[in-house]
């Protein structure tokens, strides 16, 4: 059974940013496509970016292009989400998720995995 973890989320002022971190055990990292999404109150959960199991192929939302970037470590088991220019928009659970099938996907259906949340505040 795969596990993820995120971390790295907290309470930030409009223009700064934060770098969010999931580390996963119990599978094989390198094999997995990994996504984060996130979760505003009162609103459904919706695609914020997604890596490919060899970390060369990216997508992003539109609402982040630009200002997001994930990467990825497979020696260390890790995803991570470095977020910049962020905006009071961008306050949400944030979660990430893994995916056997292996290639970047926008599609929450195609994972299987995910974490519990980290949340991530931006105060105007």
């Known amino acids: 059974q795969v596990q993820l973890i995120e971390s790295g989320g907290g309470l930030v002022q409009s223009g700064g940013s934060l770098r969010l971190s999931c580390a996963a055990s119990?599978?094989?990292?390198?094999?997995?496509?990994m996504g984060w999404f996130r979760q505003a109150p009162g609103k459904e959960r919706e695609f914020v970016a997604t890596?490919?199991?060899?970390?060369?192929?990216?997508y992003y939302a539109d609402s982040v292009k630009g200002r997001f970037t994930i990467s990825r470590d497979n020696a260390k088991n890790t995803v991570y989400l470095q977020m910049n220019s962020l905006k009071p928009e961008d306050t949400a659970v944030y979660y990430c998720?893994?995916?056997?099938?292996?290639?970047?996907?926008?599609?929450?259906?195609?994972?299987?995995?995910w974490g519990q949340g980290t949340q991530v505040t931006v105060s105007s």
């Open positions: 119990g599978g094989i990292f390198s094999n997995y496509a």
């Open positions: 890596i490919s199991w060899r970390g060369t192929i990216t």
């Open positions: 998720a893994a995916g056997v099938q292996g290639g970047a996907t926008t599609a929450e259906y195609e994972y299987d995995y």
